[in-house]
Structures are given as C-alpha cells and as structure tokens.
C-alpha cells in the first residue's frame, strides 16, 4: 500500500488538481517548447514519478490516462490491461490473478462515478499503451502530442466508445429484417 494510495478514494477532489495541472502545463508550454521537451522530461519526469507513485502506484507508462480511468491506474492490473476488466473479476469484485486485491478496473469504475468532468470517459476505449514512451513524462508527452499518437501499425479504434446495452437493443430490428 502506498502512503498516499487512500486519495485515491477522493476522485472528484484529484480531478479538480488534474485540470489544474492541465492548466498550469498548458501556460508553461511555450517555455516548455522553447526549452525542449525532451529537456524539460529529464527535470521533470523525477517530480512526476514521485507523486504519481506515492497516490497511484504510477509505472511510468508514458501516456496516463488516470483521469479516463476514474484516477485508478490501468497499469496497476496484474494483466496490464488498459480496457477493462478482464472476465476474471471474481464475484465479490475481486482479482482472478491476486484474489486477496480488490479488481482495478472495480475500483475505477466506483470512483468515476464521483468525477463529474471526466467520469463519462470510463467508457471510452483506449489504445494499447506505446511502450516507447515508457518510462517519460505523461506530462510532457501530452504537451508534445506524443501520447495521442499510435504505435506503427495500429489503426484507432472508431468509435473508441464500448456500445452501450440500449444501442444493441436499437439494433435488433434491423438485425433481424437482415437475417431474414
């Protein structure tokens, strides 16, 4: 357990510190540019590492997503999975790979549900992580663009939503005038 892990459960309140963040990165972009971001990662990758790693068990991937996850890390899945969950979740809500740990895709799905400007993303599908960008600064990456774009050869999902129970149900009409 991390000795900042139980901010974890306030999610609205690192919500608000997140898009501060967003907005204290996007006034020092022109510097950071300037500068070079490839400079400014090596400076500020330690402060990001540290933190991320006190609250959320950070593993540095280079592309966080902790405000589309319900400020939970994906990368903290014993499978490392960035959709989830897998369908191993036991019934009560537990790990299929470490059954003593609650699931992490649970637990993000519990406290998106107290952020009101990101929550909705908890249904958005992710990309694979780029495991080039492992080990750099999200924040940087982000300031960069590099953390929107694919690794060489994968194609983005469209639509990156998962489909919703009301849309398959939209669908059965059509699905069956077309089979018969």
């Given at each position: 357990m991390n000795p900042g892990s139980w901010l974890q459960n306030y999610p609205h309140f690192l919500e608000i510190l997140y898009l501060a963040t967003g907005r204290l990165l996007s006034f020092f972009d022109p510097l950071v540019s300037r500068l070079g971001y490839d400079r400014v990662d090596r400076w500020l990758r330690p402060a990001e590492e540290l933190s991320k790693r006190v609250i959320f068990d950070c593993r540095m991937c280079g592309q966080c997503v902790l405000h589309s996850t319900g400020m939970t890390c994906p990368m903290t899945c014993p499978k490392n999975l960035r959709n989830?969950?897998?369908?191993?979740?036991?019934?009560?809500?537990?790990c299929e790979v470490i059954?003593?740990?609650?699931?992490?895709?649970?637990?993000?799905?519990?406290?998106?549900?107290?952020m009101p400007a990101f929550g909705s993303e908890m249904m958005d599908l992710q990309p694979p992580v780029n495991r080039q960008l492992e080990g750099s600064s999200a924040w940087i990456n982000m300031l960069?663009?590099?953390?929107?774009?694919?690794?060489?050869?994968?194609?983005?999902a469209?639509?990156?939503?998962?489909?919703?129970?009301?849309?398959?149900e939209a669908w059965k009409p059509s699905l069956s005038q077309t089979a018969a």
């Open positions: 989830g969950p897998c369908g191993g979740v036991r019934t009560n809500g537990h059954p003593e740990m609650k699931c992490i895709w649970v637990m993000a799905f519990e406290r998106s549900k107290q960069a663009d590099k953390d929107s774009q694919l690794p060489a050869g994968w194609e983005e469209s639509p990156r939503r998962f489909i919703k129970i009301e849309e398959i």
